[in-house]
């Protein structure tokens, strides 16, 4: 898509947006630190079969579309 923009010169609209682009990706990098914390600490309650594994799992998951979006 971004070759097709700037076949037809649109993509200098979106160069106004550049300095957000590493904003956006320095965030997406710490949510998805704590996304792996999360899923890390959740390993061992998912062994015992503890409800609170299931729930760090989710909020990781959570966190990763997050990022998904981000970036």
Known sequence: MPTILSIFGIGTLLSYSAPFSALFLLIGALIA?????????????????AKIGWRNIFYALLLNFVVAVLT
Request: net charge positive.
């Open 33 to 49: 630190i704590v996304s792996f914390i999360l899923q890390v600490k959740a390993i061992k309650p998912l062994f015992a079969r």
